[in-house]
C-alpha cells in the first residue's frame, strides 16, 4: 500500500527566504508526483508534474525534483513572498490514476 | 472554458440524513473522481469513474456511492451521515484513467459538509 509523507508539517520563513517542501513515498511504482497548492476552505490547483522517467520540472520560481529509486521529492520556491502561504500538498498517480497524498506542508510567509 | 463545477458549496446535514453531491467535469473529460479531505489532512481517494463505469473505490464503507452519467457528470451520495463525514468533497476531471504519465488531474472547488 502506497503511503505518501510530507515533512514538516508546517512552515514559518522570512519573505524573500527559499522554501523547501519534502515529500517521500514507499512504493516507486509510480507514473508520475504531482505538487498542488490548496489555499484555506479551497480546492487544490496544479503547480508541477513530474513523470517518472523525468528527475525535475521547473516553472517560474517553482522547481521540484524526484528521486524515485529512493522515493523522495523536494519543491522549491525561490525568494518567497506572503502570497506563496497556502498548504502545499504532493501526490503520487499510479495505474488507473489514482491519486495518494500526502497530509500536506502548511507554509507561512511574513512580510 | 470552464473548469471542474461542484455544487452545492456548503452544506449543513444532521446525522442519518442522505446528502447528494455533483460534479461537472472539464469539457472533453471522460474521467470523474472523488475525494474526501478531513480538516487538516491530504486528501483520500473515494471512486474514479470512466464512461458511467466505476473504475475504482477507495477504502469507503457502502454507505458511500457514486455514479457518472451519459454527459460524464457525476453525482457522490452518502447515506446515513455520521459526525465524521464532515469533509471537504472534491471532484477531479481527466481526459481518461488509463495513467498516462503526463497526465494530470484538474480539481473542483469542492463541497464543505458539515454533519451535525
Known amino acids: 500500500k502506497q503511503e505518501v509523507t510530507q515533512i514538516p508539517a508546517a512552515l514559518s520563513v522570512p519573505e524573500g527566504e527559499n522554501l523547501v517542501l519534502n515529500c517521500s513515498f514507499t512504493?516507486?511504482?509510480?507514473?508520475?508526483l504531482q505538487w498542488f497548492r490548496q489555499d484555506p476552505g479551497k480546492g487544490l490547483t496544479s503547480l508541477l508534474l513530474?513523470?517518472?522517467?523525468?528527475r525535475e520540472q521547473t516553472s517560474g520560481r517553482l522547481n521540484a525534483s524526484l528521486d524515485k529509486s529512493s522515493g523522495r521529492s523536494t519543491l522549491y520556491i525561490a525568494a518567497s513572498q506572503p502570497g506563496d502561504s497556502a498548504t502545499y500538498l504532493c501526490?503520487?498517480?499510479?495505474?488507473?490514476?489514482?491519486?495518494?497524498f500526502g497530509g500536506g506542508t502548511r507554509v507561512l510567509v511574513k512580510p | 472554458d470552464a473548469g471542474v463545477t461542484q455544487s452545492p458549496t456548503h452544506l449543513i446535514k444532521t446525522r442519518g440524513q442522505h446528502v447528494t453531491l455533483r460534479c461537472s467535469p472539464i469539457?472533453?473529460?471522460?474521467?470523474v473522481s472523488w475525494y474526501q479531505q478531513v480538516l487538516g489532512q491530504g486528501p483520500q481517494f473515494i471512486f474514479q469513474?470512466?464512461?458511467?463505469?466505476?473504475?475504482g473505490r477507495g477504502n469507503f464503507p457502502d454507505r458511500f456511492s457514486a455514479r457518472q452519467f451519459p454527459n460524464y457528470s457525476s453525482e457522490l451520495n452518502v447515506n446515513a451521515l455520521l459526525l465524521g463525514d464532515s469533509a471537504l468533497y472534491l471532484c477531479?476531471?481527466?481526459?481518461?484513467?488509463?495513467?498516462?504519465?503526463?497526465?494530470?488531474?484538474?480539481f473542483g472547488p469542492g463541497t464543505r459538509l458539515l454533519v451535525l
Open positions: 477531479a476531471s481527466s481526459l481518461d484513467p488509463s495513467g498516462r504519465a503526463w497526465e494530470t488531474q484538474y
Open positions: 512504493d516507486s511504482a509510480i507514473y508520475n
Open positions: 513530474i513523470q517518472s522517467s523525468q
Open positions: 501526490a503520487v498517480s499510479a495505474a488507473g490514476n489514482k491519486l495518494t
Open positions: 469539457s472533453g473529460h471522460k474521467s
Open positions: 469513474y470512466y464512461e458511467k463505469e466505476e473504475r
